[in-house]
């Protein structure tokens, strides 16, 4: 099946978040889309799927022209879309979940779960989808969930996937198995639509490359004649410097200090077992491990979020362990949570009111009986420029936002008043190369200034280029240690320690 996308434009209010898009999706094939935050991806993969309906232009299947009033309509046509943020019911099983708003039409007239079990199966099978039926979702790693986003839309018999910056969340491990299965679909003669904004990941596994900047196809090409840097230009329409500007490592006094730190997982497994460590004014400490060796839990303890069975933090000498996230604030510790949606912002807030979720009761914004919102407009206003979250207005709800301009609009909240630490948990996740390099930028700032940095983040390479201290954990233990100013650090070996090798 082939789809041709012509003329799109698509708009919100004043906003033109595509223009005259032409684009070709070819059976068989990986059309790796690239562009900006908020360039208008998601935008036009959203009407492609029948989401949004087009201001102008006109989609074609197999040379017909084709008008969807809805999902439901792309999905019968055979175009289903995996979305940048999960659409999964936590409490239902992967079977309930896949059958889930399905209408018993054709092969599924007769809908029930055990037809549903066995196709989930065989789907797995004939994909290389491996995923238990009958797991309730919300006990399932995010690479397993996406799993089923895809059985989902395969079960619905769609020839054309777009999968919206599915690598975002995963692993290296779980990217590589995911390729595998991109790869086994392509095959089986799916057309793909592959949205990063992970450049090797791009020229890794596209077959054409289609650059789409502040609305319009910029550009499209072939992954062999093309390199990092070209398409970072394409996007962005300058070059732009992957490397990291890091003043010298001028460690103060100890700001952070952990010790015997003991903390819970929701289900009361051990998700941090007796941890020690200290982090310096002045210091960025990195940690690395694979997803779910308890760095979550780690974090969100140390934000007041979860609590502390035994152990103690202390901040700057006084022990906060049982201190609440409203007072952690207060001493100037900032928190980027690695869930931008669950725990960052509210979607149905304005963006202006985003901005002071955890300062908004206090000098300047209000003393005490009112909030001055003109104070709060202008000073969101301001942060939101330095930072570049493109939005229409301070009053657009944060849900409007690309996904990547709501993870930067809470690193603006964040960074942008007088801190002493920040705990940041995948600072850069869904950003784009430009935003990426701002945002390291803005950290490594904080670390010239004097503030402590602790950063989780599950791209490796992220936290070499930032970390003055590397810690690796695993199974909620820290399992080694690394000082890059001390000895050159080997990327395979910390690879190793995340994997639980003795090192
Ligand atoms: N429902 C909506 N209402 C109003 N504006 C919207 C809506 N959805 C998207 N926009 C705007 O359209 C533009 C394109 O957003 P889109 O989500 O398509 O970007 P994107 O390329 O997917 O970015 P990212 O890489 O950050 O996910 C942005 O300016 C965004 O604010
Ligand atoms: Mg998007």
Request: glycine residues 10%; charged residues 25%; negative net charge.
């Amino acid at each position: 099946m082939r789809v041709e996308l012509r003329n799109i434009t698509k708009r919100f209010g004043p906003v033109v978040a595509n223009k005259g898009v032409n684009l070709t999706i070819e059976p068989g094939q990986v059309l790796g889309l690239l562009g900006e935050n908020g360039a208008g991806k998601s935008t036009l993969m959203n009407v492609l799927c029948g989401l949004y309906s087009p201001n102008e232009g006109e989609i074609q299947i197999d040379g017909q022209s084709v008008r969807f009033a809805g999902p439901g309509e792309a999905i019968r046509a055979g175009i289903g879309m995996v979305h940048q943020h999960f659409m999964l019911v936590p409490v239902f099983t992967v079977a309930e979940n896949v059958i889930l708003g399905i209408e018993p039409v054709g092969r599924f007239d007769h809908l029930d779960l055990t037809t549903a079990r066995s196709e989930v199966s065989r789907l797995s099978a004939e994909y290389g989808l491996a995923v238990d039926p009958d797991a309730i979702i919300e006990t399932l790693p995010v690479g397993i969930q996406q799993r089923v986003e895809i059985i989902k839309v395969l079960f619905r018999e769609a020839d054309v996937l777009i999968l919206d910056e599915p690598t975002a969340v995963l692993t290296p491990q779980e990217v590589d198995e995911f390729f595998q299965i991109v790869r086994s679909l392509c095959e089986a003669g799916k057309a793909i639509v592959f949205i990063t904004h992970k450049l090797n990941e791009i020229l890794d596994i596209s077959d054409r490359i289609a650059v789409i900047r502040r609305g319009e196809i910029v550009g499209t090409g072939d992954p062999k004649k093309l390199a990092r840097p070209d398409l970072a230009e394409m996007m962005v329409g300058h070059p732009v410097d992957f490397d990291v500007a890091r003043a010298p490592f001028v460690p103060g006094d100890v700001i952070l200090g952990i010790q015997d730190l003991t903390v819970l997982r929701d289900d009361g497994a051990v998700a941090v077992d007796d941890i020690s460590f200290q982090v310096r004014s002045g210091e960025v400490v990195g940690i690395a491990g694979v997803q779910g060796n308890g760095q979550s839990a780690l974090i969100e303890a140390l934000a007041g979020l979860r609590r502390v069975v035994s152990g103690q933090v202390r901040f700057d000498g006084t022990d906060i362990t049982q201190a609440s996230p409203r007072e952690r604030h207060r001493l100037g510790i900032a928190h980027i949570p690695e869930d931008r949606q669950r725990a960052g912002l509210i979607g149905t807030f304005t963006v202006a009111e985003n901005m002071v979720l955890d300062s908004y009761y206090a000098p300047p914004y209000s003393a005490g009986t009112s909030i001055d919102w003109g104070r709060v407009h202008t000073d969101a206003a301001a942060v939101a420029e330095q930072y570049d979250v493109r939005t229409p207005s301070v009053h657009t709800s944060a849900a409007h936002l690309s996904g990547g301009n709501q993870q930067k609009l809470v690193v603006a909240r964040e960074l942008s008043r007088d801190t002493r630490f920040v705990i940041a948990g995948q600072p850069t996740r869904g950003l784009d190369v430009g935003s990426i390099a701002f945002i390291h930028e803005r950290l490594m700032a904080a670390r010239d200034e004097g503030d402590g940095l602790l950063i989780v983040s599950s791209e490796l390479d992220e936290i070499m280029a930032l970390s003055d201290r590397i810690l690796v954990m695993f199974k909620g233990r820290i399992v080694a240690e690394y000082a890059p100013h001390d000895a050159p650090v080997d990327k395979g070996d910390i690879g190793l320690a995340m994997a639980g090798a003795r090192v």
